[in-house]
């Protein structure tokens, strides 16, 4: 009777849910076939390594994997406003990204599916995130703006200053939003509506162009809204998954081959994007998570899983020449600068720690704790579980994982995130159900 009673609920989605399965069908079969479909006109470059590490198989959750993920939970319980039923980005503080807010829903599924909270719990908490999802003033009218207050949706720029117009649009992050949209489209028919809703109200296809992913921005001098191409290496083609599965356009942006070269770190051939900053005005980042996420929200095809294997094999390979732990991504920081991107490769140089407008901060390097526990669900080696021992200390008792270890002296980066116990808890859901 209940699933009865939710089919009846749905049937005016039906169509709906019909013509988005087309469009995921049309996607996977892409996905599926990325090692020939997907390449550019010359032929992938990307060459399958002498050895492989296979990806470690569905085999259900320790005693130890259900603590680490009720951890990451309380994050979730500790920074949810009451008035929006959003999650703030950062412990205590209430602002928020539409990536985030990603993450947030995300996390909500895995703990579902995990058995960490019930249905009833469930349904309330994304009841009340997607009506506010669908209440959010859109920048230019068109789509979510790069900030918001968590409190009162009001559109901010990222200090959390109030900006009536709004700053602008990541397409990044409205593509990762696709993700748990589909998800919820597919799995969770009664919150259908909601999602119709917020799909009738964005301009998703308006951040495409020529199978591009375009942000958009202010120009300081003029005022006037610019679009720009927005994506490097890693996560344009992670972004670029996540749209396809709405029948959208962005085959280009999926391209793991048009702008590659490879340099040597640590004994292996990384892959990095060949746009340079100079020419380009955006920095390319070789980090974890992107390989990471598509790890665990797509499964990884014949590119990305080579490209994974190679970056995941440099920081093993760090730690062997030179004892270091090493799990980089990029994260939040307890001091200034507040967010550094710890990279593989990065600006020419290998294992370089920068900052949004470039200046490097190697000092500052830390190990990632979502990191280390996505390298663990993938691959699960003696490695693995010797980082998993490293970052043990970042748990806490009230607010989930905080964000890593400094390299330099051991000591913990303490400040949680949304990001970071959201892939923490996928990595689980990962684990249990592929």
Known sequence: MMLKNNILKA???????????????????VETGVATSLRSVEGSVIQASDRSLDLSPVAGLSDEDRHAARVAWRYFQANTQPTTGLVNSVHNYPSTTIWDQSSYLLALISAQRIGIIDFDEFDRRMGAALSSLAALPLFDDQLPNKAYDTRNLQMTNYQNQPVDRGIGWSALDVARMTVPMNIILFDYPEHAPQISQILSRWKIANMLANGQLMGARVNEETGHTELIQEGRLGYEEYAARAVGLLGLDALKAGLYDDYIRFVSVAGQQIAVDSR???????????????????????????????????????QKGRFDQAGIPTAVSEDNIDQ?????YNTVYANGKSWNTLAEDGSTHDDKR??????VFGWDALFDTEYTALLRDYIAPTETATHGWVSGVYEADDAINNVATANTNAIILETFQYKLNG
């Open 276 to 314: 340079s900053y100079a020419e380009y005005d955006a920095h390319n980042y070789v980090v974890s998570e992107p390989y990471i996420l598509t790890a665990l929200e797509f499964g990884l095809d014949t590119d990305s899983k080579e490209l994974a294997y190679r970056i995941y094999l440099a």
């Open 366 to 371: 830390t190990v990632s704790t979502k990191a």
């Open 336 to 340: 200034a600068p507040y967010f550094l």
């Open 11 to 29: 049937r005016s989605h039906i169509a709906f849910c019909i013509g988005l399965c087309a469009a995921a069908a049309i996607a996977l079969s």
